[in-house]
């Protein structure tokens, strides 16, 4: 189960959607232009897997459940590196909408 949420100022009119955008391997959700993913087994991902996210433009893309180490996502013909360290197995990057494919290093 994922629970999305966001804080907006008063003055603010919230308009954020949150879009369930899970497969067989992370459940996730995309907010405005950021995707939370969380890798849906008890290990650490080492295998490589994609992520499809709508709309266009850069996301924030935040991925937890992977093993430690450099990964690379590519998308749209575009490469991106990230590291996850062994404490927080957590990825962070920016990167293009669209298919994301994860791949360790």
């Known amino acids: 189960m994922l629970n999305a949420m966001y804080v907006t100022g008063s003055s603010s009119n919230p308009s954020l959607t949150a879009t369930n955008i899970s497969n067989d391997v992370v459940s996730a959700t995309k907010m405005g232009a950021?995707?939370?993913a969380f890798v849906k087994s008890a290990d650490r991902r080492t295998a490589s897997f994609s992520i499809t996210t709508g709309g266009s433009g850069d996301i924030n893309?935040?991925?937890s459940g992977v093993a430690a180490g450099t990964w690379t996502?590519?998308?749209g013909g575009k490469t991106v590196t990230a590291t996850a360290t062994i404490d927080g197995g957590i990825l962070s990057f920016t990167a293009p909408a669209g298919t994301v494919t994860l791949t360790k290093n």
């Open 34 to 36: 950021v995707v939370a």
């Open 61 to 63: 893309y935040y991925i």
């Open 73 to 75: 996502a590519t998308v």
